[in-house]
């Protein structure tokens, strides 16, 4: 799939990625180098681990931090809780919360299967949704879930090819030594993924991932290539199930035209972490991994669609209407 969907308030393929950003945040305690892996026999061993897995589960935590020089430095700081449970083939049961209401974010979400049919839940919409695919369940939610769709999920599950992870497109990877994480021995591997610094702590015992960070520095702008062809909205537009009209093409259009003024514009720097706890392996069945939609939730044929006068107010919203 060439682009990620989504009508979020600064809609960047994925919604609101370029504002979903990581970075250390944990109190560590550096050792030698010395006997440590290569970068390369690391992300090998981490991948094979996860992709052997049959099941996983995990508690975690995102604090993250935004300074935004538009705003003359202004730091945000903001907390972000989520849960993930998956077993191999296509079984998953995720979900998010929210110590904060920003940029049309859920406060509350969810993907689910149960290994029948796909599903995504989000509050702040009011509704839930069948997706046709789990690859595009998981990944066009990775901004929305500030990552806890993606970064997981594409080791563990075979549809998600190897070489498209992110641990596998780091670049310039370098194991700088070991920290400890809540009392487990970690390599810290750090490298380059396009504009972002990103950095992972895996366990020396086992290769699972304990911690995950991300920088990006934006001090002037993003620019990003969201032009996209009538031909590109459709597919995506059907990789979500939908019927591709011309109503819903041209909204698809004119959202990542927002998106592409709105990141021109947004001058800041964001550090955040992903904190994973409670790591486990257990059994886990069916029933396991059904979500309850809180009553009153409908199901929806187009969870994201957006009227005209909607995407209006976010031009209003981010400053980039044109006169």
Not at 33 to 49: C, G, K
Not at 289 to 316: A, T
């Amino acid at each position: 799939m060439g682009r990620w969907w989504g009508t979020q308030k600064i809609l960047v393929k994925c919604r609101n990625a370029g504002i979903i950003l990581f970075f250390l945040h944990s109190v560590c305690i550096p050792v030698t180098w010395a006997d440590e892996p290569t970068p390369e026999f690391l992300i090998r061993q981490v991948i094979n681990t996860y992709r052997s897995l049959a099941t996983y589960q995990v508690t975690g935590q995102t604090d993250t931090e935004i300074t935004d020089f538009n705003q003359g430095g202004k730091v945000s700081q903001l907390t972000h809780r989520f849960t993930i449970l998956m077993k191999k083939p296509n079984g998953y049961h995720i979900t998010w919360e929210d110590d904060f209401l920003p940029y049309y974010q859920a406060k509350q979400g969810a993907v689910w299967n149960s290994s029948r049919q796909a599903y995504v839940y989000n509050q702040s919409v009011g509704g839930y949704m069948k997706i046709p695919t789990d690859f595009v369940n998981l990944r066009s939610c990775a901004g929305v879930s500030t990552g806890s769709t993606l970064i997981l999920p594409a080791l563990f599950f075979a549809f998600f090819p190897e070489q498209d992870t992110q641990l596998s497109m780091l670049k310039d990877p370098v194991v700088k030594g070991r920290e400890e994480v809540d009392g487990v021995q970690c390599y810290v591997l750090e490298g380059r993924d396009q504009q972002k610094v990103v950095t992972y702590w895996i366990a020396t015992n086992n290769f699972l991932i304990h911690q995950y960070a991300l920088l990006i520095d934006q001090p002037n702008g993003r620019e990003m290539d969201l032009d996209t062809t009538e031909e590109e909205a459709k597919a995506d537009l059907r990789a979500q199930g939908l019927e591709p009209t011309k109503e819903r093409i041209k909204h698809f259009i004119r959202t990542l035209e927002i998106s592409s003024k709105a990141l021109k514009q947004l001058r800041s720097r964001l550090i955040a972490t992903h904190h994973f706890s409670k790591i486990s392996l257990p059994d886990i069945h069916s029933v396991d991994l059904e979500f309850s939609v809180p009553d009153g939730m409908p199901l929806k044929v187009d969870l994201w669609g957006r009227s005209s006068i909607s995407l209006d107010q976010d031009e209003e919203l981010l400053g980039v209407k044109e006169e």
